[in-house]
């Protein structure tokens, strides 16, 4: 069965990398979520501005039958630092906060428990936000797959 997962983790490139590898992810878009739906369209410059109040996200499609929405989280967990508010690495903004974005009440109370489990391996509180997922805005498209274009020299 197809479903969706999204997810904001930090900057999209990375993440985009990581679940492209998975057994069972069909695909993967990186964009926006979280914030002003009002959009027809919404660029990178907009949510780097900060006035949108979006996230960078990676929106994962994927078969449920090969790869579990709960495997997912554990790798959303491990490529990132959850404890971090609105920063990963040198990356600093409310776009690089960290949130899981849900679909439906099964994704919520995965989420939940995942976070909960999650929580009790960290010493620093977890600032990972769990909500309904929105509007999803794809991003330009040299942010797609960006570091196989970049290694490709296509850009």
């Known amino acids: 069965m197809t479903q969706k997962a999204t ?7 990375h993440p985009q990398r990581v679940f492209d590898k998975i057994k069972g992810v069909i695909d993967t878009e990186v964009g926006f979520m ?3 739906e009002s959009f027809v369209n919404l660029s990178y410059a907009q949510v780097c501005s900060g006035t949108t109040r979006h996230a960078e996200v990676i929106q994962i499609t994927f078969d449920s039958k090969i790869v579990s929405y709960e495997k997912l989280l554990e790798i959303f967990w491990k490529e990132h630092d959850p404890t971090t508010e609105d920063r990963q690495g ?8 960290s949130v899981i974005f849900c679909y ?3 994704q919520k109370k ?3 428990k995942s976070k909960k489990e999650q929580q009790k391996k960290l ?12 509007k ?10 960006y570091f196989e274009k970049k290694r490709f020299g296509l850009f």
Not at 7 to 13: D, K, L, P, Y
Not at 136 to 145: D, I, N, T, V
């Open 104 to 106: 439906n009440e099964a």
């Open 110 to 112: 995965a989420a939940e």
């Open 34 to 36: 979280g914030g002003d």
């Open 123 to 134: 010493k620093s509180k977890i600032v990972t936000e769990i909500k309904k997922a929105g």
């Open 7 to 13: 997810f904001a983790m930090g900057c999209f490139w």
């Open 90 to 97: 040198p990356d600093i903004g409310y776009q690089y906060r």
């Open 136 to 145: 999803f805005y794809r991003a330009e498209e040299y942010h797609q797959k």
